[in-house]
C-alpha cells in the first residue's frame, strides 16, 4: 500500500481498472474540469480483474438503439486511437479486425428477433446483414447448419481489438495528466444526508471528496453498500478456453454464437471459445475455482457439432473470470444515486464492459464536469431505473 499525496480529492474513483482508468482520463479531456483526481486500487497487479480476463471483442449487434451507438463510438475510438491519445507516435494503432459477430437461429422466433435487431441497426448505419442458412454456408461452409434457420452477421468495425492496450493507455496517460493512483483498499465510505463526505482507506486514512465514482467492477455492490446503496451487480463465472485445431480453417471464424449458448471465434493461429456454466449462479467475489468438466460436457461438444473439423482439437490455455453481472436487467448502471448524487456509479455492465469504455467513460466524465451527458445522451441507463422497476430492453445479451 502506498499512501495519497493529499487529505482531499474533488474526484475518488474507487477501482482502477477499465472504467476507474476511462472515467480519470476522460476527466483530464473536459475543457471545463481542473479538478484533483484520486484512483484508489485494491490490486495493482489486476490479477482477478474483469478487464485481465475479457476477450477484447466489440459489436455493434444489439437490439437498444443506445447500445447501438455507444459500439459505433467504440469503434472510432479504437480506429482513431492514437490521435484520441495525444497523437504521439508512442502510442500505438489499434487494430480492429473486423471478423464480426455470426448469431445463429436455430428456430423461426429467434429468427424474427434477429432481423427486428439488423433493422435497428441498419438504420444507425451498421452493416449487419440478415443472412439465410444458404447465405451463411456460402460464405462459411465449414459450418454445420442442419438446424439453423437464419442469422446475423457484420463485417464492418465488429471483432477483435488489443483491450489490453487500450486499459494500459488510459491508466498511463491519466496519470501523464495528473491523475493519482493509489494502492489501497476502501473500508468505509462516510455520508452526511444525502452525501458523501469521505473515504477511509484499509490504513485507517480519511480522504474527503466532493464526489465518488463506483467503478470496482463485481464488487460494486460492497462497495455502494459502504454508502448505505444498493445496486443489484454480483460476480458471475464466465469460462474461456484456447485451442488449437489439428485442421485449421481455411479462413477467419467469425465470433459465433451457438444456440448451445458457446460462442467461438478465431485468435490468432488458434481459436477461442467461452461460455457460461449451465448453473450461473452468483459467486464470491474471490471464488475463481475452475470446473474442468464444462470442456468436455459443453464446449467442445458443441464446437465439435457446430463445426465438424473441430472434432480434433486440444485446449492449449484456459481461465475463469468474473463478470460484473447486472441481475436486474444485464445492462449498464449509470449515474448519480438519487439519495445520494455525488456518488456515481458505472457498473453491471454484464460483458459489455470493455467494448463500451470509450463511450460510458467519456459520459460519466461529463456527468461530473458539466452534471449531464453532452456526447451521447445515457440516461437511459440510470441506475435509478432499478428502483423504479424500469429494465433497459436489450434481447442481444451474450
Request: aromatic content about 8%; some cysteine.
Given at each position: 500500500m502506498n499512501s495519497p499525496a493529499r487529505s482531499s480529492y474533488d474526484v475518488v474513483i474507487i477501482g482502477g481498472a477499465i472504467y476507474g482508468s476511462s472515467v480519470a482520463w476522460w476527466l483530464t479531456q473536459?475543457?471545463?474540469?481542473?479538478?484533483?483526481?484520486?484512483?484508489?486500487?485494491?490490486?495493482?497487479?489486476?490479477?482477478?480483474?474483469?478487464?485481465?480476463?475479457?476477450?477484447?471483442c466489440i459489436r455493434q449487434q444489439f437490439s437498444n438503439a443506445t447500445n447501438i451507438q455507444v459500439s459505433q463510438f467504440g469503434a472510432e475510438f479504437i480506429r482513431n486511437f492514437r490521435k484520441y491519445m495525444g497523437g504521439s507516435e508512442e502510442v500505438p494503432h489499434l487494430t480492429l479486425q473486423s471478423y464480426g459477430y455470426m448469431y445463429l437461429a436455430d428456430t423461426p422466433e429467434f429468427a424474427t428477433t434477429l432481423k427486428e435487431a439488423q433493422t435497428i441497426q441498419h438504420s444507425l448505419g451498421a452493416a449487419t446483414k440478415h443472412m439465410s442458412r444458404d447465405e451463411i454456408a456460402a460464405a462459411y461452409p465449414f459450418y454445420q447448419l442442419d438446424d439453423i434457420v437464419a442469422g446475423n452477421h457484420n463485417l464492418v468495425n465488429e471483432g477483435y481489438f488489443d483491450g489490453?492496450?487500450?486499459?494500459?493507455?488510459?491508466?498511463?496517460?491519466?496519470?501523464?495528466?495528473?491523475?493519482?493512483?493509489?494502492?489501497?483498499?476502501?473500508?468505509?465510505?462516510?455520508?452526511?444526508?444525502?452525501?458523501?463526505?469521505?473515504?477511509?482507506?484499509?490504513?485507517?486514512?480519511?480522504?474527503?471528496?466532493a464526489t465518488v465514482v463506483n467503478a470496482s467492477g463485481p464488487r460494486a455492490a460492497a462497495t455502494a453498500q459502504m454508502a448505505g446503496l444498493d445496486i443489484p451487480v454480483a460476480p458471475r463465472k464466465r469460462y474461456t478456453f484456447i485451442f488449437?485445431?489439428?485442421?485449421?480453417?481455411?479462413?477467419?471464424?467469425?465470433?459465433?454464437?451457438?444456440?448451445?449458448?458457446?460462442?467461438?471465434?478465431?485468435?490468432?493461429?488458434?481459436?477461442?471459445?467461452?461460455?457460461?456454466?449451465d448453473d450461473d449462479l452468483d459467486v464470491a467475489y474471490d471464488d475463481f475455482e475452475f470446473d474442468h468438466s464444462i470442456w468436455e460436457n459443453k464446449v467442445w461438444p458443441a464446437i465439435a457439432t457446430r463445426i465438424p473439423q473441430f472434432e480434433a482439437i486440444k485446449v492449449i490455455n484456459e481461465w475463469v473470470g468474473h463478470y460484473a453481472y447486472n441481475t436486474f436487467d444485464q445492462n449498464a448502471l449509470l449515474g448519480r444515486a438519487e439519495t445520494c448524487p455525488n456518488f456515481i456509479f458505472v457498473n453491471g455492465f454484464s460483458g459489455h464492459g470493455l467494448q463500451q469504455s470509450p463511450a460510458m467513460g467519456r459520459g460519466i466524465a461529463e456527468l461530473i464536469a458539466y452534471g449531464e451527458y453532452r456526447s451521447l445522451d445515457l440516461s437511459a441507463f440510470d441506475v435509478n431505473r432499478t428502483a423504479r422497476g424500469q429494465h433497459f430492453l436489450e434481447t442481444a445479451v451474450i
Open positions: 473536459m475543457e471545463s474540469f481542473d479538478g484533483t483526481v484520486l484512483v484508489v486500487e485494491r490490486d495493482p497487479t489486476y490479477t482477478f480483474a474483469s478487464t485481465s480476463h475479457t476477450n477484447s489490453g492496450t487500450m486499459f494500459d493507455w488510459f491508466k498511463r496517460n491519466a496519470r501523464a495528466n495528473g491523475v493519482e493512483y493509489v494502492h489501497a483498499e476502501v473500508t468505509a465510505i462516510t455520508r452526511n444526508g444525502d452525501s458523501v463526505q469521505s473515504v477511509t482507506l484499509n490504513d485507517g486514512t480519511v480522504i474527503a471528496c488449437d485445431a489439428a485442421q485449421p480453417l481455411d479462413r477467419d471464424l467469425p465470433l459465433t454464437i451457438d444456440p448451445s449458448g458457446v460462442h467461438m471465434r478465431s485468435e490468432g493461429k488458434y481459436y477461442l471459445a467461452g461460455c457460461p456454466p
